[in-house]
């Protein structure tokens, strides 16, 4: 019990337990009176909450989804024990404060079932792992007796670990049998949650049962593993954390293995380029492994590279092809589906299929809730896996699946966002089709709005500079910026969420090598609070799509001259609206364009372009300070942050009323100096302002 494994991608690398250990979370679960089962609000602070009850607990389960902790929690129980009865190591930190609740054990046998196939009878059990390993010839036998007289009458505590991975081969127990006369003796049993459905495990029997889920201290976890692996300190948790945020992997924190294993990735950075792709690769390869899967090589011209690299997959393929046939029609059916039942999983895998994948840990089977729940749920491991094995199914199939979503079945891009992602790491060509067939007219005139507005001044509101910085909320989380915003920056949060998906493609795709990064993309917002890499890919995707362009926001210095300027000839006949800073070679390629919205940022100065202004013959919307000469189709025109004289004004309001249609006079934060004047003023009084809308704003 001493070491734990800290290297998933590398056997026989252990470290001390207390060198990585951190306190798991252990959540009690309720057997309600119509058989469902419901986690508590409550977590566990206390040995006693274990192992008492008012009084002493006879069969208590631990049930943990794969790489939760379990094995190690056990492990690390073990070495409390011996700490609480023998008292050697005064700097010992136990899991729990109460300690001295192991004092009431007078023993306790750690047991493995997954090397207990074949074996029935617990005390047989003990015998094999415990007293074989530490006794030989005769003297194994005067053990072996002892140990029948200990647990007939001492209180002791029998741990056994992983009873998903035993099987009784006359199919008669469902777990190691405790006899009768064993009275005294607690059973603390861990299992994966598929394996407490079985029905032949009565609730009766259960007299208390636990979640674990992970530690209660991740970043303490991360600290820790990170400090084992380097013999100096050149890397540290916060830019571990930087990394995950960077490249968008914090959803795959779920559990101390998952972590462990990212870190291992992280370290080892000279083998990762950070693909989403090969993370999930790694992931699918360790758990066929874990199910004893059988080691086979894909070869080299394999089309989805990221197979490359596995050793178990290829010698399963049929079960992994299997998987993502399901996951597939479970992800892009009517309404996407995480949790389906045992008739409609076994549509797409034999009986010998499932129980594979259960034991792997790539799907979970937990009790369904209610009376009726007489058939249980499955899922998979995590969405995201399930996501990937979708687009592993479409980038693999040679079929055109893309027809699929051109149905009348509608589904939401961004919620499909990350299946999209890892399509482009895959077949990038494919991960654009799909792109375009999910992207319905609505979604997209949604962003034009919203761009839109963002031009005209929304680029300034709090709640959306708010949002930009926050630049890891999941792109899927449509539902609740809805809820929480106005219409109009709604549309704009859809603009940036899509941006991000789209950028989010090209990084994959080229982490994962694809050799053609051929994505279509029509907005590009600039904004200031882009993370270097996403700058980068978005820069890269304005060249790529440089004759198309409808949208050029530009908040920050990341594009050269030549390089906009480019982007102004190649898409005059396309470009809707632009935003930023005027040179004047900018403001020569501003002729004759189709520009409809125009934003001029920083400092301004209009002597030099006013003259193109009447040439963009379908500008309706301007904003820029100081004087200009405009042109005859403007509707709306938005003074902001400026300064400007009374007579500038009056010049303004005289040539709008000789607009024949409504137009918006908008002046936000604009200082008008030399009011005492009074030229023009009887010119101002005889005009008709009729089709004028002034709106004066002070902040």
Known sequence: MYTVSVLPLKEGCDKPIWDIFVTPKLIPVNIEKDGSRKKTNSTIHQYKEIFYNNKRLKNVFIQGEPGMGKSTFLSKLAIDWCEAVSLHNSTHISTFSDIDTLKEFQLLFNISLRNANGQRDVIEIIKTQIIDFIYTGNTRQQAFKLLQQILEQETCIITMDGLNEWADHLNQYIMPLIENCHSKCV???????????????????????????????????????????????????????????????????????????????????????????????????????????????????????????????????????????????????????????????MNYLSEEQLQFCLHAGVLTQRRSLGIAAHDSQFSFIHETVQEFLAAYYIASSEQDLITYFQSDTKFNVLEMSQTVIYLCGLDCEKGNKLLNSLADVQFLNNIDNGLSKYVMGYCEDKRIVSFQKDNYTKINNVESIQNKVSESAHCIALSILFQRMITSCCIEAKASGQKEICLTCIDFTFNKYLSNSDANALKSLLLFNKSNVRSLILESNVLQTIEILTVLRDSKRSLKRVMTTLTPEIYNSLHQTSIQELQCCGNTDVSLFSCELPSMSQLTYLRIANAIVLPDTLKHIHLFKCTCTAVFLRHLLVHLSSVKHKIICALTDVTVIDCNTHWFQSELLLCEMKNITLIVKKY
């Open 187 to 345: 059973s603390l049993v861990t299992t994966r949650p598929w394996k407490m459905t079985d029905g032949r495990i009565k609730d009766s029997k259960i007299d208390r049962l636990i979640e674990i889920e992970g530690v209660t201290d991740k970043e303490e976890l991360t600290k820790r593993t990170i400090l084992s692996l380097q013999t100096g300190n050149e890397k540290t948790h916060t830019e571990f954390k930087t990394y995950m945020n960077e490249q968008q992997l914090m959803h795959f924190l779920t559990s101390p293995w998952l972590q462990v294993l990212l870190i291992n990735v992280w370290t080892n950075n000279n083998a990762f380029k950070g693909s989403l792709c090969d993370i999930n690769c790694i992931l699918l390869d360790l758990l066929f492994k874990k199910a004893n899967a059988r080691r086979d090589y894909f070869k080299s011209g394999q089309s989805i590279k990221c197979l490359l690299n596995t050793s178990f997959i290829k010698g399963n393929v049929e079960i992994f092809d299997a998987l993502a046939n399901a996951a597939f029609h479970f992800t892009f059916s009517s309404k996407k589906c995480l949790a389906f039942s045992a008739r409609e999983i």
